[in-house]
């Protein structure tokens, strides 16, 4: 008896577009952290908002905060290879001075490409284009030598396949999904997403024999139908597992869904299926009764007059700041460019690609910036970040239980560096001079007359007595440090006077 095979064969299980999206955006978070983009996001979201973006959660926001990221990083390249001075935030347009030092011919290739003159085929094969190609690499080449250069372009590499793989998705185009993926794979074992880079890895193995196996399958996907479409509008399919999660999970979680107190059973799961399509018959003629639709407007949202406008001031002014922390220079070494803060010896997430194209096991991913150190000795407890504001969190719900007054936990500042000292980068706050002689003059108000006699010592603030004497137009250096030595002597017997630098602790002058 000749067994049949079994119906689940003919089955073709497919990657979800959309999730695999969220896991790559969380790949770049994850292999950029500590290296500054956290900073230069908070220069368009707010900080909380960062944090989902860089996990991936925040899909939308990740998406227009990376791409822009990757604009600025790709006007500071164009500045390097061509020594063209950009528009800042302010300005629209490029000065007649710089204009002249741009390429005629490209200049004018853009322009006729922008009025319509010129289509994507035409173009492509202009040598001019050839040319920039080229400086760009030799500059990207050049820059390489530089760890911190190149962590900033492994990320605009990134970038560039998560924008592939949009298209790829937003358009229909098979031979690019599978393309886009298939370069994802190194970024997900370096970044420590080991399931979907098995799970990428046996989706392409399969898409591979979809030909020979499932040839009609084949057919519709080659014609772009492994995607779904809502509306005719471009630019505007939708990946399958995105389409579940705004229709079906959204039916399931909204009023008159499962969720909302009819139960999970079994028998509620299947009358709920199969009356939605008697609910979408009931919806259609209620619209057609009341003459009232849902409709949107033919143009994507993202192509905008508004959108656009917006986008272009968060694009500058993430290039203003990155202008001002330069990433692509001549430094060897491997540093947060907000901080300064240099790597340790062990971190290679510079080369984040090369090490993905490995087979690696979980403890042999890269290593970031933002790593912690794995040894629970003293020594690296130190250097181990804290998230003040989970802490909290955690502490808060641990306490309601065990204390009856939960103000006890938090007697001592809960960060690994006091916050009153130092800020989010660890660098020392400001003093407030002020404060502290409100403080000392607190303190001492009640023997203040005490004082008899010269057994005492006069300390003077070098800060103030800096601004204690006006200095005179035309005065040379050596004059005014005359100066303040007879105002000193004059008014003091033998003071110290006390300098508070940025360099030294303390820097003690005796006359």
Known sequence: MKKTESDLKQIVLRLGGFHTEMSFLGSIGRLVAGSGLHEVLETVYASNAVNHMLSGKAVSRAVRGFMMVENALHILLMKESFRVSLPSAHETDITEADSSECDEKACELYDRFVAGEETTESVEPRSILSEINTKLVATKEKLCQSRTSSLWLNFCRMTNILSKFLIAERTGNWDLHLSSIQEMLPFFVAAGHNLYAKSAYVYLSMMQRLEIDHPEVYRHFKAGHHILRRTDRFWSVLSADLTIEQILMRSVKSSGGLTRGRGMGESHRAQWILSMPACADYNSAMQDLTGVGYCTSDQHKEATRARKER??????????????????????????????????????????????????KKSNQSITLAAKPKSKSDSDFLNTDIDPQLMFQRLTTAANGLFENTSEVFQYELSSVPSSMFDCNRLPREACKSNLADAIWACGSDCIHEIDGEDFQYVLDGGSLLQRLPWTHGNSFGDITQMYVDHVIRKYKDPVIVFLTVIQNFLQLKI
Not at 339 to 353: F, L, Q
Request: avoid cysteine.
């Open 311 to 360: 986008d272009r001031v968060d694009t500058l002014a993430i290039h203003e700041y990155l202008s001002e922390r330069y990433p692509f220079t001549n430094d060897v070494s491997l540093r947060n460019i907000e901080t300064g803060v240099e790597a340790e010896p062990d971190v290679n997430v510079d080369k984040a690609e090369s090490i993905g194209n490995k087979t690696f």
